[in-house]
C-alpha cells in the first residue's frame, strides 16, 4: 500500500490563493467520476500538508473521513475565506499601515471565521486525517539556543504529543499570517511567543511533507522505555507525492550592465515603484522552486506538481469571483495539459489503486 501525500502551496505571487489550488482537485475528482469505478482521489491520502492558504485547505480535506466528500463544499469555504479577507481592510488600517505602524489586514475577521467554521475547540487530534502544517516561530528554544525557528505543526506523533491540543484555529491563524498584511499571531487561549507566516520558508511544504511522512513510516513501533528511528535508510520507493500551486506567472528582471555589473541598492530591491518587494517576491518563488526540485530528484516518477500557468494576476473577493476565477483558469490550455498529465500520472504511479482502475 503506497503512502500517498497531498502537499498545497500558500498564495504565489500570481495572486492565486488556496481556492486555485481547490479548483484543480475538484477538477480532477469530476474527471476520475466521470470515468466511473468509484476511483478515489484523496481518500487514500495519508497525510495532508499545506502552508497558509494551503493550511486552510489540509484543514478542509482532514475534518472529512472520507475527503472526496469535502469538494462540493470547497469552493463555498473558499469564497468565505476570502471574504472574510475584504473585510479585513479598512481606511483607518490602510492609512497606519502606510506609516508603517500596523498590519495592513485585521486577522479577526479571519480568527472569528475559522472559529465558526471548524469550532473554537477543535484540536490537531481531533482531526480524522493526518496534518503538517508549516509556521514560524519568533521565539524558540533549540535546547541552549534561544531563536526563531521553523515550527511544524502536526498530529502524525503519539497522542500525547503537545501538538495534538493546539486549536485548529491557532495553527491555521500561524500559518497564514504573513508579516506586514496580518498581524504576529498567537493563540486565542493562551500567550507566548508569536508566529508568522510559513510561507517564511516553505510557501511550497512539499519537502517538509516528504520529511514529515518519512519520519512516520521509520518510526519503530513504541517500547515501554524509548521510541526510536530505525537506523536503515528508509524505503522512498513506497511514497507517492502530489504537490499543487497557486499558478505561476511570467516573472523576471532585465538589469541595466555596467562594466558586467547592476549597481542595485534596496531602493530597487524593495522600493522599486513598478515591482515594490521584488527581491521577497523572487525569495518565495525560489523556495519554491528549489522544494519543487528537491522532491523531484528524489522521488522521481513518484512525484509530480501541479501549478499551471496564468497569464495575469489573480483575485477574488467573494464566492462568484472566486467560481469565474477557477473556471477561467481551467479553460486555458496550459492548465488543460497539466490536469491531463496529472490524470495519466495518477494512474501510472498507482496513486488510483488497482481496484478502482480496474473496476
Same mark, same amino acid.
Given at each position: 500500500m503506497p503512502h500517498r501525500v497531498l502537499a498545497m502551496?500558500?498564495?504565489?505571487?500570481s495572486g492565486g490563493e488556496g481556492y486555485v489550488t481547490a479548483g484543480l482537485l475538484k477538477s480532477l475528482k469530476e474527471t476520475l467520476t466521470s470515468r466511473g469505478g468509484g476511483q478515489s482521489l484523496l481518500n487514500d491520502v495519508e497525510l495532508f500538508s499545506g502552508t497558509s492558504a494551503g493550511s486552510f485547505n489540509a484543514a478542509f480535506f482532514a475534518t472529512y473521513e472520507n475527503p472526496d466528500d469535502a469538494f462540493p463544499k470547497i469552493l463555498d469555504f473558499w469564497g468565505e475565506v476570502v471574504q472574510m479577507n475584504r473585510k479585513a481592510v479598512s481606511l483607518g488600517r490602510t492609512a497606519m499601515a502606510l506609516t508603517g505602524n500596523a498590519a495592513l489586514l485585521d486577522s479577526s475577521?479571519? =480568527?472569528?471565521?475559522?472559529?465558526?467554521? %471548524?469550532?473554537?475547540?477543535?484540536?490537531?487530534?481531533?482531526?480524522? =486525517?493526518?496534518?503538517?502544517?508549516?509556521? %514560524?516561530?519568533?521565539?524558540?528554544?533549540r535546547k541552549s539556543l534561544r531563536t526563531w525557528k521553523a515550527k511544524i505543526f502536526h498530529n502524525t506523533g503519539p497522542d500525547n504529543d503537545s501538538d495534538h491540543n493546539e486549536l485548529v484555529v491557532d495553527v491555521l491563524m500561524r500559518s497564514g499570517s504573513p508579516p506586514l498584511s496580518y498581524p504576529v499571531y498567537q493563540g486565542i487561549r493562551e500567550q507566548g511567543s508569536g508566529y508568522v507566516d510559513g510561507g517564511i520558508f516553505a510557501n511550497n511544504p512539499s519537502l517538509v511533507a516528504l520529511a514529515q511522512i518519512i519520519n512516520n513510516i521509520t518510526r519503530k513501533s513504541r517500547t515501554e522505555k524509548v521510541e526510536t528511528l530505525e537506523t536503515e535508510p528508509p524505503d522512498l520507493t513506497n511514497i507517492l507525492m502530489m504537490s499543487v500551486g497557486n499558478g505561476c506567472m511570467s516573472s523576471y528582471l532585465t538589469p541595466h550592465f555596467c562594466k558586467g555589473v547592476a549597481n542595485w541598492g534596496f531602493s530597487k530591491w524593495l522600493l522599486d515603484f513598478h515591482d515594490p518587494m521584488v527581491l521577497v517576491k523572487m525569495m518565495l518563488e525560489a523556495g519554491s522552486d528549489a522544494a519543487d526540485y528537491q522532491c523531484r530528484m528524489i522521488l522521481r516518477k513518484k512525484y509530480f506538481r501541479l501549478n499551471p500557468v496564468v497569464d495575469q494576476t489573480l483575485s477574488a473577493a467573494n464566492l462568484k469571483q472566486v467560481e469565474s476565477t477557477v473556471q477561467s483558469l481551467l479553460s486555458t490550455q496550459s492548465t488543460v495539459s497539466q490536469l491531463n498529465r496529472a490524470q495519466t500520472w495518477l494512474g501510472k504511479s498507482g496513486w488510483v489503486s488497482d481496484a478502482a482502475k480496474a473496476a
Open positions: 502551496d500558500g498564495t504565489s505571487i475577521y479571519m =480568527r472569528d471565521f475559522f472559529c465558526s467554521y %471548524f469550532g473554537a475547540t477543535l484540536r490537531l487530534g481531533d482531526l480524522k =486525517r493526518k496534518v503538517a502544517l508549516p509556521s %514560524f516561530q519568533l521565539d524558540g528554544h
